[in-house]
């Protein structure tokens, strides 16, 4: 491809819009532009990264067996009514009409889709397994579109299926996807850990998600580093021991506590540890008030507490919800509190002799015992672990880091196939219900989370598998006839032996050509200037090392493939 006659629009200004570097890089690289909110266009160079990505993904469903198809992005209402999901999904799912007043959406995702499509097919267990995925865009009305292509409204999915017919087969396929994804990751060239997710109130260990590590992603994972434990915070449990001693604590005791609102002020105002505050969350569960208590220091985990309480919707109370059950926004207290439910973190039961709002105006209770001053329902897990606590498997060391999501596989079972009907014969002639799972990659999320990895001051550095092209050739000097024969000379080289190369022969200074190539991230350069040549040589540049090695002319395409081929 020669840039002169390409289409690369590169820009020296970072967006206004972008806060993180992958979205920058993206925009000022001439690979993506912005059509509207978390809607964009995939210009050539983003649009190769991207077809090199599903390449590699191709090639490994295929190896573990899976089928590529490709389904409509707009569904029907009724199927999405046949599973429940047109009223649970809620307003990430973008709803509209056609001219005969029938009901449509666009598809998030296509479990309904492809449950529909196999129950007319799929008539005995010799039909099984069947593994079947696209390569699709999906869209999702997200709340807070953001990061670029990070969180987009419309992007690209990989999502695949599988279908057996029965439990152990529907686990074989699912560690089957999990290798895929493995090699999939591995290939990319991404450094990634596949971590335990939450599987909501299904419970096991059937969902894995495949995490890119990254200082700006928007997951927290917990990682062992004495054994193989690795989970989504989300998931995360927290071992507390038991309470042993005596219990002691004065009578409880209110206490004026003049405009101290955190934490922090009210525990150095009191004169008491952090520890000893428990702060009191009030939550609406489904409709219903719940108040959670949970130690001054700690975050609540708002995963945990669905769970625990098998809730769909789970959300702070709003002003008016806290003062009608509690009181003034900021002193909610467990005593005297005008709710049915009351739930505290198991860490809390370990201790006495608490300090908890007073449902007051700036005032608090000291001396406070959860058992015998409060009713509390439960004392559950409810809060996130911390670097402090040890591994819930082995005890060890853990660690936190931040990871990006690229990729989620589920163990679906029959929630799809037993509410939309899709029932198979077994052996024995008896009729039953498919066991599912539903795997998934984030295509376009993958090549964001790319370049959050792999970057400099300068611009992108492509780990070579996703890169749009694995060598970029500069002539530095077109209009020096050398320079320019010599150049079309290593082009059709490197062309004919099977390099991806892109040619910059625009009529540019060398300085704005060194600064575009280090932005567009291409591993390899190859620079062509009239006094190395006058030496017989070309120069080599590695991006990500930013080495420069001078070669005879002759050499060069050996050393591009040699040096492609120690990276793959
Ligand atoms: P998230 O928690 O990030 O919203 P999710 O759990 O909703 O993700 P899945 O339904 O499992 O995601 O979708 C499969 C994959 O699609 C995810 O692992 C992720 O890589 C990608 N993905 C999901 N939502 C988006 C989005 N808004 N923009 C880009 N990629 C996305
Ligand atoms: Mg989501």
Redesign the pocket.
Known sequence: MRWSRYYIPTLKEDPADAEVISHKLLVRAGMIRKLTSGIYTYLPLGLRSLQKISQIIREEMERFGAIEILMPGVQPAELWQESGRWNAYGKELLRFKDRHNRDYCLGP?HEEVITDLVRGEIKSYRQLPLNLYQIQMKF?D?IRPRFG????RE?L?KDGYSFDKDEEGAVRSYQNMYKAYQSIFKRLGLNYRAVEADTGQIGGNFSH?FMVLADTG?DTIVVCEQCDYAVNVEKAEVKVGSFSGERACPALKKVITPARHTVKEVAEYLNVDETKIVKTLLYNVDGRGVAVLIRGDRELNEIKLKNKLRAGEVRLASKAEVEQWSGPVGFSGPVGLKLEEIYADLELANDTDYVVGANEKDCHFMHCDLTRDTKISAFYDLRNITETDPCPKCGGKIKLTKGI????IFKLGTKYSEAMQAFFLDEQGRERPLVMGCY???V??VLAACIEQNHDQYGIIFPLPIAPFECLLIALNVKDSEVRSRSEVLYEQLKSQGVDVLFDDRDERPGFKFKDADLIGVPFQVIVGAKTLAKGKVEIKIRKTGEKLEVPFEQCRTIIQELKNKIN
């Open positions: 995702t999702r997200e292509l990070m969180r987009g992007f999915m998600e928007e999501e690229v990729g989620h998934g990659i984030g376009s999320r």
